[in-house]
């Protein structure tokens, strides 16, 4: 009987080993994955403050600016996104979301390249009210946050 003793504790302490192996693998492969593949996303008022170098690939993300969307040949537009601090112009060739409109809250990922936003993606709302947390939080932080079907909130 202690020999079944002995052999359950022996695979046990291999499989928790090996658990082990496992996890300090993974996070030594986060370690080192380029900076750049965390996309999370810059406000207009981050990218205006210290902008990005032309070959750096990133999503901006606040409002669609009041007003700002021009559509121009086959599926070219362009448009601004402001937090209420900066707006920034934004240029996309391609299909756009169902619904994207003005002011409402948008991410774009793209380059950043003479005082422009190229996007090469423009990424969908779950519904009219959606809005990604960073926008809400950066929103808050101007001052210029509207709750859905309120009025506005301020600091």
């Known amino acids: 009987m202690s020999g079944l003793k002995n052999l359950k504790k022996r695979r046990r302490i291999q499989v ?3 658990a082990g192996v496992c996890v300090a693998l993974v996070l030594v492969l986060l370690a080192l994955l ?3 593949s965390f996309q999370f996303f810059r406000s207009p008022s981050e990218v205006a403050e210290a902008p990005p170098p032309p070959a750096e690939r990133f999503r901006i993300g606040g409002l669609v600016a009041q007003g700002s969307i021009v559509r121009g040949q086959g599926e070219q537009i362009s448009f601004a996104v402001t937090d209420g601090g900066a707006t920034i112009p ?10 994207f409109s ?9 380059h950043y390249v003479n005082g422009r936003f190229e996007a090469v993606e423009i990424l969908a709302k779950h519904d009219e009210t959606y809005m990604p947390k960073e926008v809400i939080d950066a929103l808050k932080a101007q001052g210029t946050y509207v709750a859905p079907d309120a009025a506005a909130m301020t600091n």
């Open 16 to 18: 928790m080993s090996i």
């Open 34 to 36: 380029p900076k750049d």
């Open 90 to 99: 934004v240029v996309y060739s391609g299909i756009l979301p169902d619904l």
């Open 102 to 110: 003005e002011n409402e809250g948008v991410v774009a990922q793209g």
